[in-house]
T-cell receptor, first 110, second 112 residues
Framework: TQLLEQSPQFLSIQEGENLTVYCNSS?????LQWYRQEPGEGPVLLVT?????EVKKLKRLTFQFGDARKDSSLHITAAQPGDTGLYLC??????????FGGGTRLMVKP | DAGVIQSPRHEVTEMGQEVTLRCKPI?????LFWYRQTMMRGLELLIY????????DSGMPEDRFSAKMPNASFSTLKIQPSEPRDSAVYFC??????????FGPGTRLLVL
C-alpha cells in the first residue's frame, strides 16, 4: 500500500499570514495532485505536478514536487478567509488509482 | 454540464436497513469511482468502473457493500444491512480516460 502523509493535520491562522503544508511518502509517484475541499462539497483539483522539482503557481498558491517525486508541498502567501478548507494531496502511480493523503484542514480567520 | 450528480444528499437510517446511493456521472466520462470519506480514514476508494464494467472492488469493505453500473449514465452503491460504522460521506467521481476525476457533492450517511 502506498501511503501519503500530510502535515499538519490542522492549521488555524490569521488572514495575511503565510503557510506551508506537506505531503510525504516513501513511494515514488508518476504525478501528484492537490485538491481543495470545501464543506458540503467534493474535492476539486487545484494542480497536477509531474516532473521532479517542478514548481507551479496558482495566484497565491505555490506547489512543488520533490526531486525524487516522493513528496510535495503547498505554500500559501497572504492567506485569505476564502482559502479555508481541506487540502488533499493524491499520488498517481501509473497503472494504479489515486492514493489520497489524510488532508490538512486549514482555517483562515479574518 | 451539471457535473456529477448524487442522490440523496443526506440519508439517515437505522441499523439493519438497506441504503442505496445513486450517481449520475458527467456525460462522456468512461470511468466512475465510489469513494468513502471519514475523519479517521480519510478518502478511500471503494470501487471503480471502466465503461460500466467493475475493474477493482478491493476497497469494498464487506459483502454488505455492492455497486452496479447498468449503463453509462447511472451507478448505485448499496449497503445491506447498514451498520453505524458505515456512517460517512460517500462520493462518486467520474473521469474521461484516467484524466482528472470530477467529484460529486457527496451523500452524507448516518446510520443510527
Amino acid at each position: 500500500t502506498q501511503l501519503l502523509e500530510q502535515s499538519p493535520q490542522f492549521l488555524s491562522i490569521q488572514e495575511g499570514e503565510n503557510l506551508t503544508v506537506y505531503c510525504n511518502s516513501s513511494s515514488v509517484f508518476s504525478s501528484l495532485q492537490w485538491y481543495r475541499q470545501e464543506p458540503g462539497e467534493g474535492p476539486v483539483l487545484l494542480v497536477t505536478v509531474v516532473t521532479g522539482g517542478e514548481v507551479k503557481k496558482l495566484k497565491r498558491l505555490t506547489f512543488q514536487f520533490g526531486d525524487a517525486r516522493k513528496d510535495s508541498s503547498l505554500h500559501i502567501t497572504a492567506a485569505q478567509p476564502g482559502d479555508t478548507g481541506l487540502y488533499l494531496c493524491a499520488g498517481d502511480n501509473a497503472g494504479n488509482m489515486l492514493t489520497f493523503g489524510g488532508g490538512t484542514r486549514l482555517m483562515v480567520k479574518p | 454540464d451539471a457535473g456529477v450528480i448524487q442522490s440523496p444528499r443526506h440519508e439517515v437510517t437505522e441499523m439493519g436497513q438497506e441504503v442505496t446511493l445513486r450517481c449520475k456521472p458527467i456525460s462522456g466520462h468512461d470511468y466512475l469511482f465510489w469513494y468513502r470519506q471519514t475523519m479517521m480514514r480519510g478518502l478511500e476508494l471503494l470501487i471503480y468502473f471502466n465503461n460500466n464494467v467493475p475493474i477493482d472492488d478491493s476497497g469494498m469493505p464487506e459483502d454488505r457493500f455492492s455497486a452496479k453500473m447498468p449503463n453509462a449514465s447511472f451507478s448505485t452503491l448499496k449497503i445491506q444491512p447498514s451498520e453505524p460504522r458505515d456512517s460517512a460521506v460517500y462520493f462518486c467521481a467520474s473521469s474521461f480516460l484516467r484524466d482528472t476525476p470530477y467529484f460529486g457533492p457527496g451523500t452524507r450517511l448516518l446510520v443510527l
